[in-house]
């Protein structure tokens, strides 16, 4: 019996994982750095929702309309796991402080790692580009894959600045949200890395071109211009959920009003709100007190956030099955074609989720 997507790409890992930690023996490392570099890759990249990287596989399927060989397989795991190699998480989990990551300490709060966790998401990241240049240095979209990373990397680093310097915990200014800076942090800081750059690396991986003579915008802008306010939908329904998302299926409790997050919640009721209830928010947001939290909470109520949510997301539902539609379709297996369910698979995983 064929294992399950997740089981086999969660297999793939394994291969990938020795031949990282193989390649770096190969450079005469000693047996204590080996050790130290495995349970790096071991403890950040696997165990997490593996959204991202199943999406690589998943694209590169659909747009080659067959079962994939073992050799497309691979390739297609290896972007994905390239994809999921956890450099950003590693660092951004130093930067806001955070006590866990899938379940378990944060890597830098190990007693041994602390600050040597800088080092180590540097590694990470470099990783990337090792696995690349071992599988795809000799075929024809080598540089154009490359390209990819470095360039999201340059985006989620920007949107991570525009976070930081925003809505710095322990220092709240709501002066600086508002629901365009919210939506430049998310493009940046999510869609790119989360929604377009999957998607980009399966049609590379797919011969799908640059450009289309036959259509008026080429697929890849066409695909940026799908994905990243499908990215913004995303962010913005974790925002909600965090609010008014019942903490047993999501997993979590909500901590957005508490940490001062610049979240779509609160730029929402910015935009809309009294100048008592104004009030309330600059002196009770991002303050740790539960007392605070249910005076922020009950702004939100006050102001309809529940009915506003149902109204975006319908209106954002709606305008993107628009635009999916409007995708000149190629036919399955058709080399370069683009494809619709690319884009409706991740609306339909997206639509209504309740976690």
Not at 246 to 251: A, D, K, R, V
Request: aromatic share 10%; with cysteine.
């Amino acid at each position: 019996m064929a294992a399950a997507p997740t089981a086999k790409f969660e297999e793939a890992w394994l291969v990938i994982q020795d031949e990282l930690s193989a390649l770096f023996a190969g450079q005469g490392m000693p047996k204590e750095a080996v050790e130290w570099y495995t349970k790096n890759l071991d403890y950040n990249v696997p165990g997490g929702k593996l959204n991202r990287g199943l999406a690589v596989v998943d694209s590169v399927q659909i747009l080659k309309g067959a079962e994939l060989t073992d050799d497309e397989y691979r390739k297609a795991a290896v972007l994905g796991w390239c994809v999921e190699l956890a450099y950003f998480l590693v660092a951004d989990d130093m930067m806001d402080g955070s006590i866990t990551r899938r379940s378990q300490p944060c890597w830098y709060r190990l007693p041994a790692v602390g600050n040597i966790a800088i080092n180590d998401a540097c590694m990470l990241h470099s990783a990337v580009y090792r696995l690349l240049k071992v599988y795809f240095k000799h075929e024809p979209y080598y540089i154009d894959v490359v390209e990819l990373f470095l360039d999201t990397t340059y985006q989620t680093e920007s949107g991570q600045l525009l976070d930081l310097i925003t809505a710095p915990e322990g220092h709240v200014d709501l002066s600086k949200f508002s629901l365009r800076r919210h939506q430049l942090i998310v493009t940046y800081k999510t869609a790119y890395y989360s929604f377009y750059l999957p998607v980009a690396l399966a049609m590379r991986m797919s011969s799908v071109p640059e450009n289309a003579p036959s259509q008026k915008i080429g697929p890849y802008k066409a695909a940026l211009s799908i994905l990243l306010p499908l990215g913004e939908y995303f962010q913005v329904q974790d925002d909600f959920l965090d609010f008014a998302g019942m903490p047993e299926q999501l997993g979590k409790i909500g901590t957005d009003i508490i940490v001062n997050k610049c979240s779509w919640c609160i730029n929402t009721a910015l935009a809309v709100a009294s100048d008592a209830q104004r009030k309330i928010l600059d002196e009770n947001y991002g303050r740790k007190g539960a007392e605070e939290e249910r005076r922020v909470k009950a702004v939100f109520e006050a102001i309809g956030l529940r009915e506003r949510y149902a109204e975006y997301e319908r209106e954002v539902y709606e305008k993107l099955s628009g635009m999916i539609e409007a995708i000149p379709e190629g036919k399955p297996g058709e080399i370069g074609g683009l494809r619709r369910e690319v884009f409706t698979v991740f609306l339909d995983k997206i639509y209504r989720r309740t976690k």
